[in-house]
């Protein structure tokens, strides 16, 4: 009676067990899958904001405001759909004498929100950011020719 017992008592202990290390494995394959997540579209995110950069510094225009107009139009034509459970914050854009610079924020909502597991809005979060200079083609080709000897 006692070893029936014993047998009854060790099969509870591996259905324990089997429980716990369920729930971790299935934790960490939802953690892992995230993390996948939020890499994949950091990446979209840095190669939108440097393309949409050196179309700012490759694009011709007469005044900031027509390059403005152009590079939010540019913008606007990003396709936001190839992005995995993502949220976009506002592109920012700032045009100083021959420099461009775009910033524009990301973020990835995390699936189990009230549980408080890597901060309190429970979200990841990153930022793009690039600055280029613009050159003309002109001053560009002038430098050439100072370089290669020739007037």
């Known amino acids: 009676m006692i070893r029936r017992y014993l047998q009854k008592k060790m099969k509870a ?3 324990v067990e089997a429980a716990m290390v369920l729930t971790l494995v299935t934790g960490m394959l939802t953690l892992l899958v995230y993390i996948i997540f939020f890499q ?3 990446c979209l995110l840095e ?3 440097g393309a949409l950069a050196l179309k700012g510094c490759s694009v011709q225009s007469e005044n900031k405001d027509d390059l403005l107009q152009k590079l939010n139009q540019y913008s606007a034509q990003i396709y936001k759909d190839k992005y995995l459970a993502w949220e976009h914050g506002d592109i920012i854009l700032k045009l100083e004498e021959n420099t461009v ?3 524009q924020t990301g973020t990835l909502q995390f699936p189990f929100t009230g549980s408080g597991f890597f901060n309190k809005e429970s979200e990841w979060t990153t ?3 690039y600055e280029n200079r613009k050159v003309s ?3 560009f080709l002038r430098n050439y020719h100072k370089l290669t000897g020739g007037d």
């Open 13 to 15: 202990y591996f259905t």
């Open 40 to 42: 994949y579209n950091r």
């Open 47 to 49: 190669m939108d904001i």
């Open 101 to 103: 610079r775009i910033e």
């Open 127 to 129: 930022m793009a950011v």
């Open 137 to 139: 083609p002109i001053s």
